[in-house]
């Protein structure tokens, strides 16, 4: 079955550096879409980041661009975000999500999670 | 701030039908599909509707979807306990280089 697994979480300094990792099993990682969502603490999803299935194209969400990084390795399975010059709003869990292409991509399977605080 | 806007709650007791709107613009809903996502208490958000108005497999078919020019809907026939979460809508946003956008979410309490 499709499992999603995000590590890395945890407390950081404003303008200190995280690196999320995503770890992909259950489906043929390279054949799909991969993005990372966020959900600060009693707000809704937004959208940070998104790579094609080869990597070679990838979007920000203007609240993060030039600050995170996303990437990803196929032959690892994975999906990572670099994150740095973290801020106080950074403050959020951090979904992997799947995106399925069907006709128009809709994420299809997340994982649990991983809680990211940014705090002096 | 979100390019979507739906209610903020919705409401009803067990077995009514519950909608909830979504109002986009041209450049998101007007020119792409919508999806829903329903995020239980405490949980991961999960598909719940695909290209307008498709179920993924799995997803009890009292879950519908429709859209209309800008907007977009979801609607929860015979409602159960279990429906009690936060929904939302997404859709991709020509007009912001890319980007995803997801609607500010609406909390559907069963009375």
């Known amino acids: 079955q499709v499992q999603l697994v995000e590590s890395g979480g945890g407390l950081v300094k404003p303008g200190g550096s995280l690196r999320l990792s995503c770890a992909a099993s259950?489906?043929?990682?390279?054949?799909?879409?991969m993005s990372w969502i966020r959900q600060a603490p009693g707000k809704g999803l937004e959208w940070v980041s998104y790579i094609s299935s080869s990597g070679s194209t990838i979007y920000y969400a203007d609240s993060v661009k030039g600050r995170f990084t996303i990437s990803r390795d196929n032959a690892k399975n994975s999906l990572y975000l670099q994150m740095n010059s973290l801020r106080a709003e950074d403050t959020a869990v951090f979904y992997c999500?799947?995106?399925?292409?069907?006709?128009?991509?809709?994420?299809?399977?997340w994982g649990q999670g991983t809680l990211v605080t940014v705090s002096s | 701030q979100s390019v979507l806007t739906q209610p903020p709650s919705a409401s009803g007791t067990p077995g009514q039908r519950v909608t909830i709107s979504c109002s986009g613009s041209?450049?998101?809903?007007?020119?792409?599909?919508v999806n829903w996502y329903q995020q239980l208490p405490g949980t991961a958000p999960k598909l719940l509707i695909y290209?307008?108005?498709q179920r993924p497999s799995g997803v009890p078919d009292r879950f519908s979807g429709s859209k209309s020019g800008t907007s977009a809907s979801l609607a929860i026939s015979g409602l159960q306990s279990e429906d009690e979460a936060d929904y939302y809508c997404?859709?991709?946003?020509?007009?912001?280089?890319?980007?995803?956008?997801f609607g500010t979410g609406t909390k559907v309490t069963v009375l």
């Open positions: 999500a799947r995106g399925h292409d069907y006709g128009g991509i809709a994420f299809d399977y």
């Open positions: 997404a859709t991709w946003d020509g007009s912001l280089n890319g980007s995803y956008v």
């Open positions: 259950g489906f043929t990682f390279s054949d799909y879409y």
């Open positions: 290209s307008n108005n």
């Open positions: 041209s450049s998101n809903i007007g020119s792409n599909t």
